[in-house]
């Protein structure tokens, strides 16, 4: 009997989700996951700077005889249907999942780029930790920045965080941005406005002529998805910079499908592709692609939704649009502040204004708001009005 041969390449969440799932809904297919670095926990990294251990126990994946190989994959054969390993050992199969996840981005136009440091892989924070710095600056004002100033406090240095426009723009409304700089600000980080004209390998020299001294610099405004082997195997492209994928995360090539963060989702709301680069999509797309790999015909759109939580107490939830990305998406939007009663201290709830549907949420907050932002996300995908969450816009 021959059974199907899935090839997982990547062990992030979208590489080790897809091999669960898989191995879960074919329970007979020969399962192979390969990655080049060994699985942890890449969201948590700050936490290393405290002693965590990061490492993910993969057994429940290999009790389900899934075979794991620590290697890189430089090659994938499409006519063949085989990948090559750094080894030149070749591995066939019926299927293929890329889920190579992205890279941070380092601007090429910004000067001295090359005294930048990332954050992204277990050796960043081991950088980090071993270069002990004073002063640590980090470029960008994403919420992976903050997580460097997280790490960079942890580590005992001075945080300053160099924002062009404001905090965490494409999950939070505006006036939660300059709450969670009041919040932070709290916390002892220090913000400094405006563009970086050069990275030098102590400093960093603004636009505008300040100069901030830095003993590392950190670039954190972005990644681009990891498509190099997408790429070389002519698989088609979104913009020439995100592999391509149908609602099912198929790629131009039926036998290969894309996950995670090399690939764009389609958005729960717009029925949209759209690029969102976090663990919460990875997870499902891995599941939708395992389903359609087992013949599953229905597809699942992604909700954003996303919870982080900065310096041990400063909680942050964003659940879909924005009302700046629902007016964009040509939603006629309406919003309403909340405060108090399980929806944190500062917080917006967006829907439609003709039909009161619930388009997104964010929330800013010294205490946590996971039951609320599971209300809204149930209200969003259910296409709820804002009544329905008890929330009074008369
Ligand atoms: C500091 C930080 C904090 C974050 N916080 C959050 C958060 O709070 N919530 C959230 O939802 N998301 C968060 N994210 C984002 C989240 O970590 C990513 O969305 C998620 O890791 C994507 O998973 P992935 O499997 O697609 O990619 P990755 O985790 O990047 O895994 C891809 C793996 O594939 C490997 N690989 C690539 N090419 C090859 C090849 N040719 N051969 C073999 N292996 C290869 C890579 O080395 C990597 O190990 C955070 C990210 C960072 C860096």
Redesign the pocket.
Known sequence: MNHVRVVV?????????SAWHTANLIPDAKITL????K?YV?????LVTQGMDLWVNTRHIESKGVEMIL????KIRREQKEVVLSNGETIPYDYLVL??????TIPSRLKGGEHCNV???LEDVQNLIDKSPSNVVIIGAS??AL??ADAARAVGAQPYVVVRSRLIRRSLEPELSAKLEEFLAEKGVKFVKGRPREVQENKVVMEDGQVVESDMTFMATG?SP?I??AKEADLELLDGWVIKTDNQGRTSDPNIFA????ATVIDVITGKPIY???????SI??LNAAKALSGFKASYRVPR????VFFGGIHMTSVGLTSVEAENEGFNVDRTYLSGDGWGDHAYIVYEKETKRVLGFSSISKEDVGWRSIEVLTAMLRKWPVSKLGVDIS
């Open positions: 390449v990547g062990m992030g969440m979208g590489g080790l989700g390969i990655g080049d670095e699985p890449r969201h948590k990294l700050r290697d890189k994959v430089t889920a190579t996840g992205s890279n941070p954050f992204r892989r919420f992976v997580h460097v990644v990891e190099t082997l996950v995670g963060d090399n969102m680069g976090i663990g919460t999509a990875a797309m891995a939704y996303q919870r982080d």
